[in-house]
Nanobody
């Protein structure tokens, strides 16, 4: 099995900063990419940022947020700055993980961590 465990969510005031982290553990051969999605109330889950572990390619939909991956620790981080009330959401960790050397990989998700931006 593979588990993704997030930490770092909470309540923050508008304009503040918050850092999230997520560590993958279990039966892992290789991790191709890690990232973060979020789901705001009443909306669909959406990509926030992702980083591929081979090379430097990544996606980000928020310039205020910075993603980084520590491959040695199977951990992805998200540093969120200048937070706004509309950033309030459940943030989900995501990873594309191969459990064997077959080249076949699957998406794995964490349970999510609540981020609330409010004064």
């Amino acid at each position: 099995q593979v588990h993704l465990v997030e930490s770092g969510g909470g309540l923050v005031q508008p304009g503040g900063s918050l850092g999230l982290s997520c560590t993958a553990s279990g039966s892992i051969f290789s991790i191709n990419a890690m990232g973060w999605y979020r789901q705001r109330p009443g909306t669909r889950r959406e990509l926030v940022a992702r980083q591929f572990t081979a090379g430097t390619y990544g996606d980000s939909t928020e310039s205020r947020f910075t993603i980084s991956v520590d491959s040695a620790k199977n951990t992805v981080y998200l540093q969120m700055n200048n937070l706004r009330p509309e950033d309030t959401a459940v943030y989900f960790c995501w990873a594309d993980i191969a459990r064997t050397n077959s080249g076949y990989s699957l998406d794995y998700w964490g349970l999510g961590t609540q981020v609330t931006v409010s004064s």
